[in-house]
């Protein structure tokens, strides 16, 4: 049940506290001083490396104005100046400062400068480290109606050509250029470098010969700036170029297929294409060609494309195609009926397929493939790859021809294929990772590798992301702990850790490559690291889990309509599968996360069924729960169509019948489910609270029935999986859950049983104070004394005992281990899940792996 999530607040502020003064050590710093009417500025390096090109800017009150720079160039624009490095300061070097050649300037009055910014963080080095920029800037400054671009590049290469376009507010105009010339289209403005500054080196300006212009309204500033295609101040990226040479090698009279030349990616790579049907948006695919469907006969239409990036920019719209469908009336006869329908491939979602040409007197158009009777895809030729389909299903494959005029043939012979496993012909390994084992477990991602638990593993379920109580969207982008009560129906309202997710800087020694963090990274902690553990392993699939017993409580209000489940699902896809991390302390933003998760895990514990304290239940959970796991699976399959990249979906499902009764419609959520992960264990326990079982002691995983189990329901493994074999479910989409921790009574019984089924007095001491009764498998041995380990061969249960009057643990080993793969294994079931890596230095899932075999 994992009852215990919650994040410390304490180590999370403590963790925050640490951080801050290592930022500030790795950067530049400036301090001011004030002579009469001369200021100066001492930018020191108190880091251990040399630190060039370097900006400085600052703010004056209205009126006052900064000339005569010395050691530096000045550029002012309104009340803000910056200062620009001439170039034998240009770099600091590490422990030493700009002295005795700190830049200097005259005051018009002598007043204290504001809101100092050094490569654009705080002068005094608090706050957040600078800004991530691109490599080439163009800062605009005007004065009166003479303004000036000065363009930087930061590139670590000298760039040889160099344009900035810009658009003025209306009715504004640029002319008269200096250092430069100047163009117009329509309202927007292309300034081009003189042959004399177009190459600048890195670390150089086009100071002192940076272009100048003419405005037409003094103090106009620009409305949209671009260089060399990135924004001006260097934020955002080099878009794509426009798609070329769109055409339409075929129409009917409902429909348009259309085709085009790739674009030219720009600092990103294309995922996407957009089709629009005039300035409407008709669809987005991943290829070079789309059909339009859904028109109306004997209607021109016009359409364009555009494509679009990993952080979802937009190139240029390309040159527009005018198409008029065709009219129904000039033919009515079918096209003979496709043959030869075979399967030419299939993978885990998807099969391809090819069949003979029709023939029709006006021309095939296109073919529909048939999945079960319903259309799946329109495709032009004799071949198609269909996806979005769920691994180890059987499904039935049928094609119909179409001609231009919509006349469909009938169906083809049909072919059965079934879908590939999930992971191929061998097992899933699937570990839990949980977000607070870094504070008091001190197990971070990096251990997953140096216990060769990482190479072992199939996937990863990072646990846990949570919902947004006002929203009803999935909660990111905060830090607040749970309340330390476990009956508290609000504990997990709200709560969050974004420090551990991608806020906190790791130390070379935490992290995955030995390479710490600067501070400065928009991606740092957990999710930093998980992406550095799939570089190393690129067999690993890591899913986001959203849920567990904390955090379970809205999951019935989410679901509850059409509106509000697709309005969740998209907020879940944005933030993990997109990546659009919320900003954190400067931490995330677009994109940020793209490429860690591989799909969703859903632990919704549970629906229409009790859960955590104060957990929302509602009737119609059941059905809604099946809803709810239908649009992920839509949803994950249309942005499968953008990116080409299949998304897996599992679930956290129990072990208990009358919680599937409750709650779950096990045949039909399989359509949309790539594994169940089932409960496997927490059969028995006292709880941290001693709200469970304080009083009796029981197997917490047995594998069988217990022929002395006193309890009137016999909870085990085969019992926990018996009710989705009997739902008819592919038993190779089935996982058995295995608990890398023990569940502890104290004050035990002897009993003649070496404590099983006997007298206790609440939960034993836990690994952690606020997780009585439970300890991770590692600590467990190495922590309690005296612990005599059993094997119960008749129900397949390990537990261990201190003795009479003493503890009691029951927990799974090597041995119970190799007893329920070899059960699972003689099931034909897809393989193992774990509930959490933390307790495990090892030797588990050493064991799992060497048997479970290939």
């Not at 900006?55 to 104005?65: D, I, K, M, N, R």
């Not at 924004?231 to 009917?252: E, I």
């Not at 850790?497 to 790791?506: K, L, N, T, V």
């Not at 926990?720 to 608990?739: E, H, S």
Request: proline fraction near 5%.
């Amino acid at each position: 049940m994992r009852r215990i999530i919650g994040i410390l607040t304490t180590f999370i502020v403590l963790a925050a506290l640490a951080v801050a003064p290592a930022q500030a050590a790795d950067r530049l710093t400036a301090t001011f001083s004030l002579s009469g009417t001369t200021g100066k500025y001492v930018v020191t390096n108190p880091g251990t490396s040399a630190v060039s090109n370097w900006t400085l800017a600052f703010e004056l009150p209205s009126g006052v104005t900064a000339s005569n720079p010395q050691n530096a160039t000045l550029s002012q624009s309104g009340t803000k100046v910056t200062l620009r490095p001439l170039f034998y300061i240009n770099s600091v070097r590490a422990g030493g400062n700009t002295e005795p050649y700190s830049p200097t300037f005259t005051l018009s009055s002598a007043v204290q400068p504001a809101n100092c910014t050094l490569n654009g963080a705080a002068c005094d080095g608090s706050g957040e480290g600078p800004p991530e920029k691109a490599g080439v800037t163009a800062e605009y400054s005007i004065e009166g109606s003479r303004a000036k671009f000065i363009v930087a590049n930061n590139s670590g290469a000298t760039i040889s050509n160099w344009s900035i376009v810009f658009t003025l507010p209306s009715g504004v105009t640029a002319s008269n250029a200096d250092n430069g010339s100047i163009t117009q289209t329509g309202s927007t403005f292309t300034l081009s470098p003189a042959h004399y500054n177009g190459t600048i080196q890195s670390g150089r300006t086009t100071e002192p010969y940076s272009p100048t212009f003419t405005v037409s309204r003094a103090g106009a500033a620009p409305v949209t700036c671009r260089v060399n295609d990135v924004n001006c101040d260097g934020s955002g990226d080099v878009l794509p170029g426009a798609p070329g040479n769109l055409s339409s090698p075929v129409k009917t009279t409902k429909t348009v297929s259309l085709k085009w030349d790739a674009a030219t990616p720009g600092s990103l790579p294309i995922t996407a294409y957009e089709v629009y049907n005039g300035s409407a948006l008709a669809t987005t695919v991943a290829e070079t060609n789309a059909t339009v469907t859904g028109l109306t006969p004997n209607t021109e239409y016009t359409f364009t494309v555009k494509a679009r990036d990993r952080k979802g920019g937009l190139s240029p719209a390309s040159s527009p195609v005018t198409v008029k469908t065709n009219n129904p009336a000039d033919d009515t006869q079918a096209p003979t009926v496709p043959g030869g329908l075979r399967s030419t491939g299939k993978d885990s979602g998807s099969v391809s397929l090819s069949w003979s040409a029709s023939s029709d007197s006006s021309g095939v158009a296109n073919y529909d493939v048939l999945v079960d009777g319903k259309v799946a895809t329109t495709v032009i030729g004799t071949t198609a790859k269909v996806g979005g389909l769920s691994p180890s299903t059987e499904y039935t494959f049928t094609v119909k021809a179409r001609d231009s005029y919509d006349n469909v043939s009938g169906a083809s012979e049909a072919v059965k294929v079934k879908t590939d496993d999930i992971v191929g012909q061998g097992y899933a390994k699937v570990g839990y990772f949980v977000q607070w084992g870094i504070y008091g477990r001190q197990y971070f991602v990096k251990n997953l590798d140096t216990t060769g638990n990482a190479r072992r593993l199939t996937h990863i379920n990072y646990a846990f992301g949570n919902i947004d109580p006002v929203n009803l969207t999935c909660l990111h982008g905060v830090t607040k702990g749970t309340t330390s009560n476990p009956q508290d129906p609000s504990q997990g309202d709200g709560a969050g850790d974004a420090e551990a997710d991608y806020g906190r800087p790791f130390s070379a020694a935490q992290s995955v490559d030995g390479v710490g963090d600067t501070g400065w990274e928009k991606l740092q902690g957990n999710y930093n690291q998980l992406l550095k553990l799939k570089k190393k392993y690129p067999h690993l699939k890591i899913l986001i889990s959203l849920g567990g017993w904390t955090y379970s409580k809205y999951f019935s209000d989410v679901a509850k309509t059409d509106a509000s489940r697709k309005k969740f699902v998209q907020s879940c896809l944005d933030i993990y599968i997109k990546g659009n991390l919320p900003v954190y302390a400067g931490k995330g933003g677009p994109g940020t996360g793209a490429g860690i998760f591989d799909g969703i895990d859903l632990d919704w514990e549970w629906p229409g069924a009790e859960g955590h304290a104060g957990n929302h239940v509602s009737p119609d959970d059941k059905r809604n729960n099946t809803l709810l796991i239908h649009e992920f699976r839509r949803q994950l399959d249309e942005l499968t169509k953008e990116t080409g990249n299949r998304y897996q979906l599992t679930a956290f499902t129990p072990a208990d019948p009358a919680k599937i009764e409750a709650g779950w419609e096990l045949a039909e959520v399989a359509k949309s489910m790539d594994i169940f992960n089932i409960q496997g264990y927490d059969f028995h326990g006292a709880g941290s609270d001693n709200s469970w079982e304080p009083k009796r002691t029981g197997h917490q995983g047995n594998l069988y029935t217990d022929t002395d189990d006193p309890y009137p329901f016999h909870f085990s493994v085969e019992n926990a999986v018996k009710p989705y074999l009997d739902a008819g479910i592919n038993p190779r989409k089935l996982t058995l859950g295995l608990a890398y921790y023990g569940r502890g009574w104290q004050q035990v019984k002897d009993g003649g049983k070496s404590g099983e089924w006997q007298d206790a007095n609440g939960a034993a001491p836990g690994q952690f104070a606020e997780e009585a009764g439970t300890r991770g498998y590692s600590n467990l041995l190495a922590s309690v004394p005296n612990c005599k380990i059993v094997h119960d061969e008749q129900a397949v249960a390990t537990s261990c005992f201190t003795g009479d009057n003493g503890q009691w643990w029951t927990f799974d080993d090597a041995w119970s281990i190799q007893k329920k793969v070899a059960w699972l294994k003689s099931k034909n079931m897809l393989g193992a899940m774990i509930w959490e890596m933390s307790g495990d230095p090892g030797i588990l899932t050493q064991t799992l792996d060497q048997s479970l075999g290939s």
